[in-house]
């Protein structure tokens, strides 16, 4: 993974170098649950946010701790501080997202498909 703080990055998705490959199962649930939170680095030392994205602390509460990852704080000579920060793999968290949306279109579909079935009995009741 890439960490910075303008969140870019790209990935290997060759079919040829995966196996195992079947269906995501729901993600609503996890994407229902996320605060997407805006905020500014206080490095940037702004009065306001500029940035949206979610808090690491947030994700492990809600119990996709599987998107955090804790790597070790260092100084200058990469001696160990003892502590850590908090980093979270937002490729995953955006697929995520995507199965979300993809769901959240077979609903919007399945209700417009109904709407316009009521919509025909209604009317041929009117003009009947």
Do not use: C, H
């Amino acid at each position: 993974n890439v960490v910075n703080t303008n969140n870019s990055y790209g990935a290997i998705s060759d079919e040829k170098l995966k196996e195992n490959i079947e269906d995501s199962g729901s993600q609503w649930d996890d994407i229902k649950s996320l605060r997407i939170r805006k905020f500014s680095m206080k490095e940037d030392k702004l009065g306001a946010p500029n940035k949206i994205g979610v808090i690491a602390q947030e994700l492990e509460a809600s119990g996709m701790n599987g998107l955090v990852v804790d790597t070790p704080d260092v100084d200058n000579d990469l001696k160990n501080l003892g502590t850590v920060t908090k980093t979270v793999n937002y490729s995953i968290l955006y697929m995520k997202a995507v199965k979300a949306l993809q769901e959240a279109m077979t609903r919007i579909e399945a209700l417009e498909t109904k709407n316009d079935a009521l919509e025909a009995r209604i009317k041929k009741l009117e003009d009947g």
